[in-house]
């Protein structure tokens, strides 16, 4: 399994930007997908989790302001971020997971100026 973030960039606060993550096979085949960040010098930590029952899970701090979606035909799953904030920034990676592996993508940097 392949998992190909992209969509980071630079943007100011108050600004939005979409994360993609495109999968090698349908997102039907995961039991979770999620998207994780890690900022400079923290640890790793749960963005939102996309579970079966189609309900996304956000963390509290990003609620309200980012949106998980998906698009099967085209194997992806979407992080809309919108009103971004300083903290905000970080690398972004999404992760999948099947009751046989769990895979990551790559990463792709989102860095929010003030």
């Known amino acids: 399994v392949q998992l190909q973030a992209s969509g980071g960039g630079l943007v100011q606060a108050g600004g939005s930007l979409r994360l993609s993550c495109a999968a090698s096979?349908?997102?039907?085949?995961?039991?979770?997908i999620s998207w994780y960040r890690q900022a400079p010098e923290k640890q790793r930590e749960l963005v939102v989790k996309?579970?079966?029952?189609?309900?996304?899970d956000y963390a509290d701090s990003v609620k309200g302001r980012f949106f998980f979606s998906t698009d099967v035909a085209k194997n992806t799953v979407y992080l809309q971020m919108n009103r971004l904030k300083p903290e905000d920034t970080a690398v972004y990676y999404c992760?999948?997971?099947?009751?046989?592996?769990?895979?990551w993508g790559q990463g792709t940097l989102v860095t929010v100026s003030s």
């Open positions: 992760n999948a997971q099947q009751t046989w592996g769990n895979y």
């Open positions: 096979e349908s997102i039907y085949n995961f039991n979770h």
């Open positions: 996309f579970t079966s029952d189609g309900v996304p």
